[in-house]
């Protein structure tokens, strides 16, 4: 689910004392994109949105999450936008949330 790898590289490329406010920032644009897909409300980008939730979770090591919003995103950009699953791109922001801060110290400490 986390790309322990990629978030240990993340701290020793931006530093210890950066890496938090890195991921507080993260995590608040990721909500603002998902807070809207929480809500049931259809945005008109949903590409851009699939789009930025891929990189952004790609960046911080949310693999699982990384792979979901890459495949949605080919999916809109086909055409084939109801085919998206909103809930799993959930529910796997959710899981990956909290994989991610409960293993922070033991990964990184």
Known sequence: MINWDR???LEED???EEFGEVIDLFLDEVETVITPMRAGVQRPNIENDMHFLKGSALTI???QLGQICSDSEKLVASGRVSEVQISEILATFDASKAA???GLDQELG
């Open 61 to 63: 090591g949310f693999r």
């Open 14 to 16: 931006i530093g210890i």
């Open 7 to 9: 978030v240990k590289e």
């Open 100 to 102: 991610f801060l409960a």
